[in-house]
């Protein structure tokens, strides 16, 4: 018969597991923001904050996604919300 996992071993491998997890959906949103950018011909960008703070943006190249965020933020309400959805208005 195997010892029970101590608490603290199955935090860790709790952890363990989520974070593989997250790294793996981000690579995946990474790459559709890339698919979505190649196939439609606009401009995207992702801009993800770790759990540890960390930033990591697509594509990695800060510099665009300023300027991207940038004139988004110029841009006035109207036309920001226009193409806009959220999974309240999405059915």
């Known amino acids: 018969m195997r010892p029970p996992l101590s608490s603290s071993s199955s935090s860790a491998s ?27 011909d606009i401009e995207a960008c992702v801009i993800h904050y770790g759990p540890d703070g960390e930033l990591r943006t697509w594509p990695e190249n800060r510099d665009k996604v300023r300027d991207l965020a940038l ?21």
Request: glycine fraction near 0%.
């Open 14 to 40: 709790s952890y363990s597991l989520a974070a593989t997890s997250l790294k793996s959906r981000l690579m995946t949103i990474f790459k559709k923001a890339q698919e979505l950018t190649t196939l439609c």
């Open 71 to 91: 004139r988004y933020i110029q841009l006035d309400k109207a036309k920001r919300r226009k193409k806009s959805v959220n999974l309240y208005e999405f059915t």
